[in-house]
Structures are given as C-alpha cells and as structure tokens.
C-alpha cells in the first residue's frame, strides 16, 4: 500500500531537477551579500594573535606588561587567562593558547585585543615569549619510532581519548585504525603476482577565499554571541562551552554568508581566542585572519604515506591486499583530522578484496595540525590504490579499465568493512568515463609533446549516524519559511532546501525563503561537512514540509467536506485531485472561523517540523567490520578520465580534457550540480599539479599567494561531467550528495595518464614538471 | 475519560503558581536591557517629521527645496512620494503623510532624514507649507449634526470601511454599534422609576515610559528589517505591506525591549515613515518621538460622552435601560481606536437588563485620533454605568453593593449581547471587595477633611476570535527555547510563558528561554493587547509543550520498553510513574542510536508546534446579538473598593485605600497577578484625579511632562489586591488574562467615595479638586 508521504510525490516534478538559479546569486554577484568580514558593530575591537616562532619548545616565560601599556590597547591574553581545557573532536589535546610548551610553528601563545588592528598588531610584537627549544619532528617516520627523539605530548595518556583504538608502543602514535578481513598471508601465497608500492600524498592547502574570521560578543543578558564563517554552527558551540566552560544555553552561534569552507571551517581555529577576548573586555571583539595566517595556522591537508601491498591473479582479480598509512598529523588532533585514520577507508572500499589487512596510524608531528579536507582521507589514500591498480594492470599486461571492472563492488556486495553496498553503480560509472574520453584512441607525438589517457574509479561515504531537524512555516500570504542550520558555502545547499520544500508543496521558489543559521533560532544540523547537507538537512525538510502539508490537508478537508487523501495542494491553492472544482486558497484556511463582522483578520501559522536521524552500525576497533550492515548515509560514486599532453623537454603537463562520471541518485538541480561536481575536479586538478607547502626549519616558506600557487581560470581544462544511476531511495526525492566525489579518483586520472603519455610514474603528489623532468632523466639512465 | 494531555497535567504544580521573579529583571533593573531606543546600527540617518500646525486646513503647497540643500540632509518627502494609500485597522482613512488636507494639529506632512538628529530638525523649520484653513470641529455633538458646519473626510465612501454597521446620514460618522435586546420602551412603562443621566470621559494620554521609536534597514536582498516599540510586530507587518505596497515575506519585524503601551504602541503612528525614508536613502534610519510628540500626535484615550436611562423597580432591579455613547474619534480611525464602538459594551454587559437598547457613535473631530488605551472603551463606559448604579442606588435609598448584587449577571446567564457568561464570578468579587474596604464603617469627619467608601463593578473581555502560535525546542543540554511572538512590555508576559512550558516539562526557570518577536523567526501570535497573551500565547506554549512532550515520551518508550502512557518527564528525566526505577535523562535519547566507537555524539532536536485559536461568534450589525454562545475569549471580572477623604475647603481628595478583587482562574504567578492588578489599579487612579489633555484654539497646551501630571509614587494610595474564582477550564492551566480589568471599576468606585464623603457627584473625569470646590458651592448654593 501506498505510504501517504509518498502520495505526493509523483512526476512529473514542480521543482525537482529544475535549473533553477541560486537564491544567493544576487546577492553574491552584485557583491552586497553579508559575509563575516564585513561586520561591524559599535564598540568592537580588533584581536590578534601572537604566534610560537619555534616547531617544538617550552614556554619559559611571556611577559605581556610591555604590551598592556600600549595605548589603546584593552586586552593581553595568554593560556593562565582561559580555562585549563583541552578540545578536539576526538582527541582533547588542544589548549585555547599554548601554556607550557608549543608544537608547530604559528601556535597561539597569546592574543591582544585594541581599538584598532594596527594597534593590536604592533601589541604582538611588544609580548615577550621566552622559549626553550626542544627537538622537533618533521618526519612520521621518526615519529612512528618506538624510541623518537622527542615524544611530543608527554601528558598523552592524561588526554580524553575516543578513538585511538590501541596504543601499540608508539609515544606519538595519536589515533590508529585496522581493517581486518580473511587472511592476506595466505591470499598473497595462492596468488599469481605480488605487487608492491609506496606513495606519498603531499600537505596542501583548502585555499577558501574567505579567511578565517569570527566575532564574538557578550550580551546584556551574560550570553555569548558568536558570528564565524564556520561549517558547523551547533558543534562550535559545544566547542565553545567545552573549552571556555559556558553553559550550552548561553551561547549563540550565527553564520553570515560563508567564502567556502572545504573542511577547514569545520572546527574552530579561532573562535575561543575570540570569546575569550570578549569576555575580557565586556566589549565586541572581531579577529580576523590574514592570509598568511590562514596558510600558517589554520588546518592542511595531512599528508600519507601509504603503503600497498597486493596479491594479484594473471586475469588481474585481487587476491589479497595490504595496507598501511601512516599520516603526519602535526602538533594536535587538528578538529576532526584525527578522524582520517577510519574515513581512508573510503580511499579503498571501492575494491572487493577477500584478503584483507589495513593498518592506519595519524602521529604527532612539530608540524601545524592536518585536519578535513574535502575527501577527508580518503582523497589521499584513493591516489595510491588508484595509481596501484594501473600498476597492476601494467605488470599483468592487462587494460587498466577492465582490471577495474573485475574489482570494483557492486549492488548487494559486502565491502571490506563489511558493510552492504546500495546505489553501487561503481562499473557504469567507469565505463561511461572511459566512453567520454574516447579510451584507447591515442593521440600521435607533436614536437616535445606526448598524449595519454588515464582513469580512475572511487567513491566517497557520507558520515553517519547524524541528524538533522527542520522546521518549515507556511504564512498567510502563500510563503514558506524553512528554518535549518544549512550553511551554504559556495555549494547552493539553500538552494536545493528551497527546491525540496517547494516540490512538497508546489510553491515557487520565490515564494520560499530559507534561514542562515543562528543557533538560538534555527533547529541542529550535523553541519556543513561530508557531502552530507542534501541527503540530511533534505531529509529533514521535505519531512518537515510533509508534516505540514498533512496539516494544511487536514484543515481543508474539514472545509471542503471531502476524504484528506484525495486532497493535494499546488501553487497557494488545497484541491481535490478527483474533482479539481472542490478548492481552495490556502490563505483563507487561516480566516476560518473568523467572524465576517469582526475587526481582524487572525493569521494562523502552518508549522511543521521533523529530525532525520541516519542511523548506521560503528566499525568494531578490533577488526574495522560495521556491526550492521550499514556503515554511512550513501556512498558518492564516480569515475574521472583524464587525456594529457607532458613536454619531454620541459616536464609540462597540460590537461587536455577531464570526464567525471557520477551518480548522484536524483541530480534535484542539475546546474548545482555540473557546477559542484566541475569545482570538484578542478579543485583536484589544481592541488595534483600545483600547490604544495613547503616548509624549512619547521617554518612555512610559501604562506603567501604569490609563492602558493593554486590553479587559475587560465588553467582550467575542458571538464565534461555526466550523470547516470538511479534515484537513491533513502534520498530526499532519491537525492545523494555529490560535493566531495570527484576529489577522489581524478589525481590518480591524471597521474596514470601521464604515466600512459611518457611511460613515467610520479608516485608522489604533487607531478610537477621537475618530478616529471627527473624521472625522465632517471628512466633515460636506467634504460 | 482522561484526556493524553490532561494526564500530564496534576497539581501540586511544578511552576505554576509560584512567584517567580521575571526572566528579564535582572537585565532591566541593571540598565542592560535594550529597547529600541538605544539602537544604533552604522550608517544609520535620523528621521523627524514636519507637522501640521492647523488643525483643519487645504495644503496649498509644500516646499521641500530649501531643506533639501541644508549640509547633511539625505532626504525630504511628502505624500508625494510614497504610495497613495490609505490605512487603517477597519477603516482605510490614513494617509502615511497627508496629501491634500489635515485634519489635526501635529498630523504629519513632510519627513526629514539627516545624518544628525539636529540637521533634520533644522530641516523641518526650512520646508514650507502654505495651508488654506478650514473650519474645524472639536465638539462631537457639534459633528453628530447631519449638516455640520464641514465635513473632514468628505470622501468618506471611497474608503474601505469594514465596521461602520450603518451610515445614519451622519457625514462625520465614522464608526457605529448598535445592542437591541427586548423593549425599552415597554420596559419604562413597567418600571417604578427612571433615572436618567450624561456622563463625560476626558482625553487622557496612555504615557508609556518609552517614546514612540522605530528604526528601519533596507537590507542587501531588497528586504525590510524594521525594529519597533510595538505591541503587535505581525499587524505592523501587515499595515508596511498595505501602507507602501511590499510583499509580506520581504518585511521583518524584530521588538527589542518594549518599554510601555498600554495600547498606543498596537498600531504604529510612525513606522511607514521611517520605512518610506530608509528606502529612499537606502540607508538605515531611525525615528524616535520627543516626549511632546508623544503627548501630540500618538493616539489618545477618546473622549466619550455617555448618556444613560434607566427604568428601575423599587427594589433595584434594572428593567430597561437606553444608553448612547458618542466618540470623539479625532481626524482618523486611531488604528484600532474605532473598534471602541463595539468594545465599550463591556462597560456595560457585566448587568443582566431584559431590555437593552444601545447606541454607539464614532465621529470625527479635528482632533489628534483616539486610539485603544488600556480598557479599550469599556473604562470610559464603566464610568457612566457605575457612576449611574449609585445614583439609582441613591434614588431608591438601597445600598449600593445591594443594588449591583440584584444585576450583575452570573455563570450560564446570557449577557445582553447574548453571549453566555463562563467565569463570571462578579458577585463574589463585589462581596469580597466590600469586605476588604470594611463597607457600612464610616470615618468621622476631622477638620475640612470628610471620608467616604465606594465600590464599583467591571469586566473586561478579551478578544476573540484571535490565534496564536508557538514553537518550542527541546536540546541537548536539558534546556528549553520557546518560540513566540509575545511582547512582553512589562507584563512578566515572558516569564508566564516560561511557566506554561516549563510546567507542562517540568523544566526549571533558569533552564527556559523565550524568544523575542522576530517576524522572520517567531510565529505569528495576535498581539500583545486585550488582555490576550496570558489565555492565547499561553495556551499555544501549552499545547506546543504537549507536542514535543509526546515525542519525549514516544522515543523513551520504545528504549525504555514500558508503555508511554506510563511515562513522564521531570528535570531532564522521562521515568515510568508505575516504576521510577525505569527512567532515563533525556539527553541520553538523543544520543540514541549512535555508534559507541564511533565519532560524533549527533544531536537531535525535539520541536513541538501548535497554533491555538479561540473561537467565536460575531456581533450581528442589526442588534449587537453575538451569533454563537461565546463572543470574546474570557471576562476578567473585577470589583473596586476605594475610600477616600476629601477637604471642603480645598477640593482637595486623598485616596487612603484601594481594594481591588479580581477573579484570574489560576494565579499563574502571584508576583506578576499582583503587580499586574496594582499597576492597572494605580494608572485607574492617576487618570480619574490628575490627567487632562487640555487643548487651546486646536493645539495641545500640556504636552511636556512638567504640565501633564500623572500620579507619582508619593501620591500612591494603599492598593489592596485579592484573588478568588476557579481556575478556568480553557485557559492554560485555568488561567486567564488579568492587565485591563482594575482600570474599570476604580475610577468610578473613586468617583462614589468622592460622593459618599461629600455628597457631591462630578459625572466627568477627571474628579479634581477644582470641581468638586464649584460642585460643592453650587450644592451650598441651591441647598
């Protein structure tokens, strides 16, 4: 029998898989959208932050009276001042200021709050820090050392801990994870071929365009305000109370418009300096990041190092895989990077292995903290198993697609963590990728230049358990509000929430209106983070829109004298779908009632609300298997083919064209789409071939635009995107995420593919042209 | 059979009737509260508006040019330049500036905006306005004629008027109200006397502590954000939107702090202005009233003359009574002002009279428009009717109290407008309130000073039909946000509202928190006027805390495994009342779900949601009969006792006792109900002895506070407050609204005592000492 939610929902669709633009792109385009930058409000000062100039050292002293006697200066914090916490998502080990020991260089010793930035800059530089220096570890190798040189947080086992899973011996060792399936050892004897690599995944960075910026200020009342370009509204303030000890109920967080986010906004870098400040002074405070201190202090992506080893039959099935990760997490947890350990899971559990063995260990490094980038670990781990299966098929003599296609997991397939894959279309995607960028068709040298082609398949989970809760209101006057904690960071999520609710119940788009987040108002959402907001704060909506439909139904079947189920409603008006005579304008559902000779007009709101809650089996810490057969919300399929042009002389690659290929379930809008699943590859491309931070002394050489090169409009490739699959049907109108999805599988698309161009293989990202250059001069010497 | 909602719902109560001190005390006694007031945004511009100087006159023309060149001026407009509309609650008659004519001393005609509030009236002295003078009325009788000697609104049919009943060939009627019950004809035929008097009620001002302010912002998406000191930010929603034709969902409502209304904030006397220049600069602009402003040009209590015949039987019983109040509306309908017609029959309705014949005219005046005030038209009737009561009391030689016991109507009695009466415990509150002045004793005269008791009789109903919605939101944490659209101006309207919820979730205090009305966020509630937040506001948190409560207890019952009709929640806690020992914290639910190894501790939200709406019959035009059995939401049934002493030589009267005994239902907080009945009480007894609008040639001459007296704390009397009744079965927790109902009775239990001490009877407000010397001369004189 028919569910009476899914009653309303039949094609053709009013405003599902519309292109319809963004409700923000006026504002955005025409440069008056509010962003946390530009707020000012009366009374505010400016915080700055004073920074450790060493990687690993002692705090002897900080003498803050030089500084305090500065004129205009309100404020001079350091660690004493705050409450002796320490926050992480995962692992608390993160002080508000360093107190008796830094370790990164750019850590936050002390902050100044003063009438103006110039002032408060040139307070930092009055603060007088005396350190002594302890060794520093720059590499994870000396770091996984039983015996290191230094063991960077000696107090480690005084920490609050949820997920290292076992200590293993290792001083620095800070989060660990294991997958465990069949027996590898025997796999790798049963098999034809044994092949054995390394690969090292370089530290970039997310490169959002709005810096790191919050404000705080404390209300009459004793409340604590928070305005921050964050990804997570509702964990900042637990953050916030955790690390400052403020009740929950005392703290709202309210999210202008946000200049991207990419995972690094997810956790606060700054927002305890900043309230802290606040509080000191009983004035607003604003701090706001230079560039160079986004690129010195605020989270990167952490650099790998993985190893593959692999058990493989002459007809290319994997018999038997080993793994290993160890990740360079720099001075803290680093918010939810510590969690990378487990999501590099997704780096590989796009293959069916029967033998399966991974160990994944994040160490303590002098280095500033890694923390989510979009892919979330597994980006950096999909780089190696995907230039490992070209490898393979290489070794075997084999066609690298049809290698993937005897390995990649299908609908119903149990995965390495054996979990149950659904809307698994792995092998479709890849065969449209290879179709798009015309596979086996090789283009002839041209002068220096040589041509290939390269593929690579992967998928991205969707974290879970997680909620979501949304409140919708119809008013008099045929609007709808949708109150969320949605943050829309460039992705066109308020957008796709309008469309959700505006399909529930048939209104345009211009008659629906959706919150900004502001935690005293807006009901909890897990945040902007893991391809997540589509799937959950759209669950939420559309049930909440549900829930209010029904009310409008029920109201109006009492008026119109006819059965509920035949009622439907489109554009303001109830109707009966078996007799479209009986109707009504919703609008005058809020006047029944009211007396025709009466003064007013009362104004009855339809309010609904609902949570969406995705539940899902853990992953057992003794052999990394889900305990259900769930693991995630939805997994982001895709494939990225990759055609290349690399100049032998010079080492030059350019990118000739790069196909996505991926099933969204539903695509709701298919212009949000192209344009998230474009940036994505872009994104992927740029940090492939350029960016890169590199480090002397444990000090960052390139924290500056002009020395960290990103890719431009002027290098951008042709990048065609197609979409296939079916709808999802745990998905709002069978909707997946999709943000994160081409990150994966594109650099190791175009790694192969210069491997196939000039028959060289750079394993370690970035391939640059001197890598390129070298590894020909090498293979010209070796051959 | 128990009601679900009913089984939650057992005294001893958890919060109710506990007095509590306010939720926003702290903030107001400290000074930190904000009121819009002391808004400052940047860029913002201050407003100030030209006046007219004539109370009746043409606009020849208006010269803004000189204005506009003044240094810092931002912008000047006329009637001209905002759209031509006219509003109005029930008749469309206001212009937001006047185009062609004015119609009182102080209307506006012009508005300023400045970059400092001194520019802009500096401005207002350089616009030019040549006015062609008409004849003006202020006398209403003289504007009951059918050929008066002008007419004001001579395009009268052309407005939209919802209430007007019949036009009578009157051209300055405005509004009238008509009540036939019976024969008074035939009634005075049977009856043994008639006793027939005219009663005048002055022009009084409410005197809200906070001026009239409001401050508006174009917003970078087009919108409007208007903060207002109003006590109903969904109606000013609507009257921006009809005022200068914008679309409702691009118009935000936000009240900060409210300090005082009493009425005169319900419907704005300047925010279509402030909007009107915030677009036309397209920059933020605030208009805040000087005190004179205030006295001017906001609305004012209407004068009413009532006139009362009444045919009685030798032992008190009223047979017929024929009574026919006139209005002086002033040039404009007052916002709700115009409704008094029909609200003043609860001057009146608290008497059984078998025949009844009524008449209610609102006529234009050239006068500042009347506008609701505390009481809203049934105070000024009150006076009359129990200012009569004694005088029959008098002619017949029965005691007073007696005399009302014979008429006042009681439970299941229809009323004479046909309405049934629940509640309706007036002679138990009479009989209490002649207890507590200690009736029948009588002080002996002490040099010029003769000492006198009354009593007087009152209810006050509140409108209906009316709605109100409420959300509430149940987090992590163990605290509560109620969403509403409350004002509380200093009600405790907040604090009663965090008393329903937290009582229905038992929750503590400090653990609840109530919105303030954001438009954009707060769903719609009617206003804070007529005594309605209590009883509606009240009733919606009630049933949204039901709602969310249910979802508690669902959840919990699955996890717990007992049934849910079992369970109950308190302090954080839902346990199973048959066995505490199955309990669990609520927190623990949202957590529910989630892996134990896993990452995140997901949140969800419990959102409750319900809109209440009472019910009820219009009035017919034809004879004032309510259609239904209900008419309003509640009667709050008041008595007053007062004595008083007066000087024979000086006039002078000193007010020793004030006894007021109410009927509320529930006492939801004794702190509040007291200070609610004493306040109303108080400001009852500052307008019947010293406040006057004294006007001369047109023009106000009292309109500073030096020269407007309002009672002081060193002229307050004793204010004894007492409570009885039962709790009423439809309001929340049997409570009903209680801040109207003392202004009724008190005036003219006052205006008795005067009476009762001297002999003497002032039939019109104010009872000063002046009058009463020349009434007792002339009573020496003709004694």
């Not at 796999?187 to 054995?196: L, M, R, S, T």
């Not at 690969?199 to 009459?220: D, G």
């Not at 964990?235 to 986010?261: C, F, T, W, Y």
Request: aromatic share 8%.
């Amino acid at each position: 029998m028919l569910k009476e939610e899914q009653r309303y929902e039949t094609e053709p669709y009013y405003l599902v898989g519309k292109p319809v633009t963004r409700l923000d792109g006026r504002e955005k385009v025409t440069g008056s959208a509010i962003y946390t930058h530009d707020l000012k409000v009366p009374n505010m000062l400016y915080g700055k932050i004073k920074r450790s100039t060493k990687p690993h050292a002692e705090i002897v002293s900080i003498d803050t009276s030089r500084a305090l006697k500065l004129k205009g200066v309100r404020a001079v914090i350091t660690g004493r001042d705050v409450p002796n916490t320490r926050r992480g998502v995962l692992v608390k080990d993160t002080p508000v200021l360093a107190v008796d020991r830094v370790r990164y260089v750019a850590e936050p010793v002390a902050a100044v709050a003063a009438e103006t930035p110039e002032i408060a800059e040139e307070a930092l530089d009055l603060i007088d820090v005396e350190y002594r220096e302890l060794p520093a570890i720059f590499d994870p190798e000396e770091a996984m050392k039983k015996e290191p040189i230094v063991v960077i947080h000696p107090d480690f086992k005084s920490y609050t801990v949820k997920y290292l899973g076992a200590e293993l011996g290792i001083p620095n060792l800070h989060a660990y994870f294991k997958v465990r399936k069949g027996d590898v050892e025997k796999g790798f004897e049963k098999c034809d071929q044994i092949v054995e690599n390394s690969f090292r995944i370089n530290m970039v960075h997310a490169f959002h365009l709005e810096p790191i910026v919050s404000m705080a200020r404390v209300e009459p009342n004793g409340g604590i305000t928070i305005w921050e370009s964050t990804q997570h509204p509702y964990m900042l303030r637990n953050e916030i109370s955790e690390a400052l000890q403020i009740p929950l109920d005392k703290i709202n967080v309210i999210v202008p418009h946000v200049g991207g986010g990419f995972g690094n906004k997810l956790v606060s870098v700054v927002a305890p300096i900043t309230v802290a400040l606040a509080k000191q002074t009983r004035r607003p405070v604003k701090i706001a990041f230079s560039r160079r201190e986004v690129f010195e202090a605020s989270y990167v992506r952490q650099p790998f190092t993985v190893h593959i080893k692999d058990g493989v039959t002459r007809d290319g099935r994997i018999v038997a895989r080993k793994m290993t990760s160890i990740i360079s997490g720099g001075g803290y947890s680093g918010g939810m990077g510590v969690n990378e350990t487990k999501t590099s899971n997704c780096g590989f559990s796009h293959y069916k292995v029967d033998n399966f063995h991974y160990d994944a260990y994040r160490v303590y490094t002098n280095r500033v903290p890694g923390g989510p980038y979009r892919g979330f670990g597994a980006g950096q781990v999909n780089w190696a198993v995907e230039s490992q299966m070209d490898m393979i098929a290489e070794r075997l003599g084999l066609d690298p697609v049809e290698v993937r296609l005897r390995n990649l997991v299908e609908e119903g397939d149990k995965n390495v963590i054996g979990e149950t894959m659904r809307s698994a279309e792995h092998k479709n995607m890849l065969r449209k990728a290879k179709e798009l960028i015309g596979w086996g068709q090789k283009r002839s040298p041209d002068g220096p230049w040589r041509f290939g082609k390269g593929v690579a398949s992967g998928h991205k989970w969707s974290f879970a358990p997680t909620a979501s809760s949304a409140m919708v209101k119809y008013s008099f006057g045929g609007f709808l509000d949708a109150f969320v904690s949605t943050i829309d960071m460039g992705t066109g999520a308020q957008t796709i929430l309008a469309q959700i609710a505006g399909e529930v119940l048939r209104i345009p788009l211009e008659k629906i209106r959706v919150s900004m987040p502001n935690t005293n108002f807006t009901p909890f959402s897990d945040g902007g983070f893991s391809s997540r907001q589509t799937y959950n704060d759209g669950n939420a909506v559309r049930l909440a829109a549900l829930d209010l439909k029904k009310q409008i139904v029920e109201r109006a079947a009492g008026v119109l004298g006819v059965d509920r189920m035949e009622l439907d409603v489109r554009e303001e008006k109830v109707y009966s779908a078996k007799d479209p005579k009986k109707a009504m304008k919703i609008d005058d559902l809020f006047m029944k009632g009211v007396s025709r000779g009466g003064a007013f007009a009362p104004v009855r709101d339809f309010i609904g609300a609902a949570t969406w809650f995705q539940e899902s089996g853990p992953l057992r810490a003794e052999d990394g298997q889900c305990t259900t057969d769930r693991a995630c919300s939805f997994y982001d399929v895709v494939s990225t083919a990759a055609e290349v042009a690399v100049n032998i002389e010079t080492g030059q690659i350019k990118i000739l064209k790069i196909a996505v290929s991926v099933d969204p379930g539903t695509v709701l809008n298919p212009l949000l789409f192209e344009g998230q699943v474009q940036g994505s590859a872009f994104m992927a491309f740029s940090n492939t071939l350029f960016e890169d931070l590199v480090f002397e002394d444990g000090g960052l050489v390139n924290a500056e635009l002009a020395d960290y090169k990103i890719a431009g409009s002027k290098d951008a490739p042709e990048i065609v995107v197609s979409w296939g699959g079916s709808p999802f049907s745990d998905g709002p109108f069978g909707a997946k995420g999709i943000g994160e999805g081409p990150m994966l599988p594109t650099p190791a698309a175009i790694g192969n593919a210069v491997y196939d161009a000039i028959g060289v293989r750079i394993p370690d990202l970035p391939v640059t042209a001197e890598k390129v250059l070298v590894a020909l001069k090498e293979k010209r010497g070796s051959g």
